[in-house]
């Protein structure tokens, strides 16, 4: 079993900035790569960014630019670094791990919403 613990959400204005986090724990082995989903209501869940054992890196094309993932391989964490956010960027921020070998796991989601 492995556990996701997310942090860092929370409100914040146009234009702002913030950064959450996703610390993995339990079973570890195998990861393959880590990231983030968003999703809103109504819609499907969206790849924001993902990052590799490797450190390769894969954005969504709304937020290239904008955001920047980064991983601590030695603590098994992922961040995730948002700027000059937008208002359509409010969703819940999901935590992704991705495994070599099935199951893979989802965070319980965190909020970020962007408002004035």
């Known amino acids: 079993q492995l556990q996701l613990v997310e942090t860092g959400g929370g409100l914040v204005q146009p234009g702002g900035s913030l950064r959450v986090s996703c610390a993995a724990s339990?079973?570890?082995?195998?990861?393959?790569?880590m990231g983030w989903y968003r999703q809103v209501p109504g819609k499907q869940r969206e790849l924001v960014a993902i990052?590799?054992?490797?450190?390769?890196?894969n954005y969504g094309d709304v937020v290239k630019g904008r955001f920047t993932i980064s991983r601590d391989n030695a603590n098994n964490t992922v961040y995730l670094q948002m700027n000059s956010l937008k208002p359509e960027d409010t969703a819940v921020y999901y935590c992704?791990?991705?495994?070599?070998?099935?199951?893979?796991?989802w965070g319980q989601g965190i909020q970020v919403t962007v408002s004035s």
């Open positions: 992704y791990v991705h495994r070599l070998v099935p199951p893979h796991y």
């Open positions: 339990g079973s570890i082995f195998s990861i393959n790569f």
């Open positions: 990052i590799t054992n490797g450190g390769t890196t």
